[in-house]
């Protein structure tokens, strides 16, 4: 069983940066692709970014790429989206998910454990 708790979101305004953090129970982290996905209201969950198990492989969707950033330290059990850049449609609940293999890395059913979820709003 593996549990992810979420933090770092919060109120930006349009054009500057924020950080999530995703914490995760467990001592085989090190072992377990971990993704980023958001959903905004009235929206499906969309992918925004993975990174494989020793942090060596990184994909992001397109709408992020250039602005965020996927990273990981295995010796704290977290996983990182350091987000730049920031837009209001970037607004949405980000979660934090986990599986053992590392593609498809953007498809959200593939992900077996899943966080609360933290809300990012981004003002204009």
């Known amino acids: 069983q593996v549990q992810l708790v979420e933090s770092g979101g919060g109120l930006v305004q349009a054009g500057g940066s924020a950080r999530l953090s995703c914490a995760a129970s467990?001592?085989?982290?090190?072992?377990?692709?971990m993704g980023w996905f958001r959903q905004a209201p009235g929206k499906e969950r969309e992918f925004v970014a993975a990174?494989?198990?020793?942090?060596?492989?990184?994909y992001y969707a397109t709408s992020v790429r250039g602005r965020f950033t996927i990273s990981r330290d295995n010796a704290k059990n977290t996983v990182y989206l350091q987000m730049n850049s920031l837009k209001p449609e970037d607004s949405a609940v980000y979660y934090c998910?986990?599986?053992?293999?590392?593609?498809?890395?953007?498809?959200?059913?593939?992900?077996?454990?899943w966080g609360q979820g933290t809300q990012v709003t981004v003002s204009s």
């Open positions: 998910a986990t599986k053992r293999v590392f593609a498809p890395a953007s498809v959200a059913s593939t992900y077996g454990y």
């Open positions: 467990g001592r085989t982290f090190s072992t377990y692709t």
């Open positions: 990174i494989s198990s020793s942090g060596g492989i990184t």
